[in-house]
């Protein structure tokens, strides 16, 4: 007799909701910390070029040499390190779990931080131990310390600035973590772009440290290249588990050439950067509005309705992403991308609208 799902799909997946991507066509997208601008017209037609003579009845270079010779340069990776590279950093989330995903094993992050932590260690079979963040959203060090000696987590997951709360933890706290840890330590620096600290220079100091960067925050979001950099004696098990051809040509061909534009995608990230300072400031003088602090590209605020602002702002065409209901720590708080100019001002003016 044939079986029902019930009986064939795992009950952790049955009992997942996925991950909800908001129809927003025709919307201003203030959701999903996207960069707001396209490149140049030299650069789109160079672009052009390169996919007209892509050799799309090949296989890509599984290796992907010459981009990873590109990123290493660009992203200043040591050159004693290992380069894995992802379609997204999400699928390199998934490879250090599918590599990890004993019976039992755990991984541990912070709470509130990147939901994709939880919901791949869901999918992999790993419990996923979350250590709250202090009301004020720094890490709370001595917590995490009690729950990786209770825990012993195969991974420690830590967004360096955090999302959704933006802040960069304080570094001795992420150093005394990477020394307490007994399995790998990944310092996630997708917003590396907007905050100018990072871990790529620490590897000397700490064998079981990784450092995750994506090109998604900082203007090829479509492009899906994300990269983890590491001590070969991790990353060489870990690329066991990573599908053979999963960087496509055509993403190989645009980001080596995309990258030669290393000082436009700075200028967009220091544009953003300049926004994102007055965009805090409007907040902050706006009433019933309580931003954080923020070193990426977006910023989260409280408010005292915030269903009825995030409809109000909905219904004027601004989608932003609601975080109320998302974890107890985010309780009326919603979250902005900072976009352009433009999209700021009529961001502000909805908010101002919704709130009146
Ligand atoms: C956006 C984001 C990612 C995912 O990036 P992709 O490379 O687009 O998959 C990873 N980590 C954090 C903390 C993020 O906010």
């Not at 960087?247 to 995608?265: G, I, K, M, N, P």
């Not at 009326?332 to 909805?350: H, I, P, Q």
Request: neutral net charge; aromatic residues 6%; proline residues 5%.
């Amino acid at each position: 007799m044939a079986q029902k799902p019930e009986d064939i799909i795992r009950d952790e997946v049955r009992a997942l909701t996925g991950y909800h991507v908001p129809d927003s066509a025709g919307m201003v997208k203030l959701d999903a910390m996207e960069n707001p601008y396209r490149l140049p017209q030299d650069v789109r037609g160079q672009i052009a070029a390169l996919v007209a003579h892509a050799e799309i009845n090949r296989y890509p270079d599984a290796a992907a040499t010459r981009l990873k010779t590109v990123l290493r340069a660009t992203l200043n990776i040591p050159a004693d390190t290992t380069v894995l590279l992802g379609n997204g950093s999400d699928e390199i989330i998934q490879m250090l779990m599918l590599a990890t995903a004993r019976p039992g094993a755990v991984v541990l992050g912070v709470e509130p931080s990147f939901v994709m932590f939880r919901l791949v260690a869901t999918f992999c079979g790993m419990r996923y131990v979350g250590v709250p963040l202090q009301p004020d959203f720094s890490m709370d060090a001595d917590a995490m310390i009690a729950a990786i000696e209770e825990h012993r987590p195969a991974l420690v997951f830590i967004a360096y600035p955090n999302n959704p709360t933006g802040n960069l933890f304080e570094a001795v706290q992420i150093d005394r973590v990477l020394q307490a840890a007994p399995g790998m330590v990944v310092v996630d620096e997708a917003y590396h772009a907007f905050a100018g600290r990072t871990y790529m220079n620490r590897f000397g100091d700490y064998p079981n440290l990784l450092v995750m960067r994506t090109l998604s925050k900082s203007g090829l979001a479509g492009l899906r290249l994300g990269l983890l950099a590491g001590h070969s004696e991790w990353l060489r098990h870990v690329d066991k588990v990573r599908l053979p051809y999963n960087v496509s040509v055509l993403t190989q061909l645009v980001a080596e050439q995309v990258l030669q534009h290393q000082v436009l995608l700075d200028d967009q990230a220091a544009t953003i950067k300049s926004e994102r300072t007055r965009l805090h400031k409007e907040l902050k003088r706006t009433p019933g509005i309580m931003p954080f602090p923020s070193d990426a590209n977006f910023i989260l605020f409280r408010t005292a309705a915030a269903e009825r602002i995030f409809d109000g702002l909905k219904h004027r065409g601004i989608l932003v992403k609601n975080l109320h209901g998302a974890h107890s720590a985010l309780a009326g708080c919603l979250r902005v991308t900072v976009g352009t100019a433009e999209e700021n001002d009529t961001f502000l003016d909805a908010l101002r609208a919704s709130l009146a």
